[in-house]
Nanobody, 127 residues
């Protein structure tokens, strides 16, 4: 098991940007595919972005495509979510998740497939 700690959330005006970071404990970070999810009050947890172990495969849903970018630095045990052109509907608690993955290039978008989760960081976008 690894431990995940998110940071970088906050309050931003519509059209602004934020960069979330997720620091992962342990020496085996490169063995994990990583993902970002979000959950707004009264809504189900929603997939936001995923990146493979080697960082070469990335997946984002249409709702954030062209605005959000996921990346990872295996030397720093950190995964990032760069969020640009933020909208009020992006307001949610954002969670980082890790899945121990045998395949270097595989990503997964389903929250049930992730084994470890961070505590979440609040992102609020004002109109």
């Amino acid at each position: 098991q690894v431990q995940l700690v998110e940071s970088g959330g906050g309050l931003v005006q519509a059209g602004g940007s934020l960069r979330l970071s997720c620091s992962v404990s342990g020496r085996t970070f490169s063995s994990y595919a990583m993902g970002w999810f979000r959950q707004a009050p009264g809504k189900e947890r929603e997939f936001v972005a995923a990146v493979s172990r080697d960082g070469r495969t990335r997946n984002v849903p249409d709702s954030v495509k062209g605005r959000f970018t996921i990346s990872r630095d295996n030397a720093k045990n950190t995964v990032y979510l760069q969020m640009n052109s933020l909208r009020p509907e992006d307001t949610a608690v954002y969670y980082c998740a890790a899945r121990r993955e045998a395949t270097m290039t595989r990503v997964t978008t389903t929250p049930e497939n992730y084994n470890s989760w961070g505590q979440g960081t609040q992102v609020t976008v004002s109109s």
